[in-house]
């Protein structure tokens, strides 16, 4: 009788250490997934953020995708998301050396160019004073000489404003010996001109015109010849 108690005993107790070992294993099974799990999870996470980046790139958010980039390099990268990175760090680079690139031929259009539309568009914007001058009355006649002459008369003076800080001392002081002349020649033109109906309600008119022709005239020379 003790005997068989002794084995069953023994038996027991091998079984109970089978199934210790059985749990030990499952454990262990268990912790081994969770790790690939994990991995998986956070591959995914980079390769998210990855697109992410390259998201910000096209919406050229170029600070908030290297910011990310940032980031991403502080994890544990896989060959190939660091390949990847490269790729959008280089898009980056060249994308903002492009950007750079146009702001310079921006910057790079010449005040010659500048003057010169913004002459065209004076000339533009002063055709609207035609109607007054063909509805015949000498007062809104008037009225559009003399707006005529003082928006080619304000150009001029912007030009010369540009043109002091563009040339040199001694050019400027040539230029400015130039325009007393010219100055005389274009009031004795206008003079001349309206002479015909002097002491009439349309020489102020004529006159106006002339001064208005005449620095119109000036303003698209001092930009073709001076301004750079």
Request: proline residues 0%; hydrophobic residues 30%.
């Given at each position: 009788?003790?005997?068989?108690?002794?084995?069953?005993?023994?038996?027991?107790?091998?079984g109970?250490?089978?199934?210790?070992?059985?749990?030990?294993?499952?454990?262990?099974?268990d912790?081994?997934?969770?790790?690939?799990?994990d991995?998986?999870?956070?591959?995914?996470?980079?390769?998210?953020?990855?697109?992410?980046?390259?998201?910000?790139?096209?919406?050229?958010?170029?600070?908030?995708?290297?910011?990310?980039?940032?980031?991403?390099?502080?994890?544990?990268?896989?060959?190939?998301?660091?390949?990847n990175?490269?790729?959008?760090?280089?898009?980056?680079?060249?994308?903002?050396?492009e950007?750079?690139?146009?702001?310079?031929?921006?910057?790079?259009?010449?005040k010659?160019?500048?003057?010169?539309?913004?002459?065209?568009?004076?000339?533009?914007?002063?055709?609207a004073?035609?109607?007054?001058?063909?509805?015949?009355?000498?007062?809104?006649?008037?009225?559009?000489?003399?707006?005529?002459?003082?928006?080619?008369?304000?150009?001029?003076?912007?030009?010369?404003?540009?043109?002091?800080?563009?040339?040199?001392?001694?050019?400027?002081?040539?230029?400015?010996?130039?325009?007393?002349?010219?100055?005389?020649?274009?009031?004795?033109?206008?003079?001349?001109?309206?002479?015909?109906?002097?002491?009439?309600?349309?020489?102020?008119?004529?006159?106006?015109?002339?001064?208005?022709?005449?620095?119109?005239?000036?303003?698209?020379?001092?930009?073709?010849?001076?301004?750079?």
């Amino acid at each position: 009788m003790k005997k068989i108690l002794g084995v069953l005993v023994l038996v027991l107790a091998l079984g109970t250490v089978g199934c210790g070992k059985s749990t030990v294993k499952n454990t262990n099974n268990d912790t081994s997934n969770s790790k690939v799990e994990d991995k998986v999870k956070v591959k995914e996470e980079v390769d998210n953020s990855i697109n992410k980046v390259s998201s910000l790139i096209d919406e050229k958010k170029y600070d908030e995708a290297k910011a990310l980039i940032e980031q991403l390099n502080s994890k544990e990268l896989e060959e190939a998301q660091k390949a990847n990175i490269n790729k959008l760090k280089g898009r980056i680079d060249s994308q903002l050396a492009e950007t750079e690139k146009e702001k310079n031929k921006e910057k790079k259009v010449s005040k010659n160019e500048e003057y010169r539309a913004k002459l065209d568009k004076i000339q533009l914007e002063l055709k609207a004073l035609d109607e007054k001058d063909a509805s015949g009355k000498t007062p809104y006649m008037r009225e559009a000489a003399n707006e005529r002459y003082k928006r080619w008369d304000d150009a001029l003076n912007e030009i010369y404003g540009v043109l002091k800080g563009q040339l040199s001392a001694n050019d400027m002081k040539k230029l400015q010996s130039e325009e007393i002349k010219w100055i005389s020649n274009r009031d004795a033109k206008a003079k001349e001109e309206s002479s015909s109906m002097k002491g009439g309600t349309m020489e102020s008119v004529i006159y106006l015109n002339s001064l208005a022709d005449t620095t119109k005239n000036r303003c698209y020379e001092l930009v073709e010849k001076y301004m750079q």
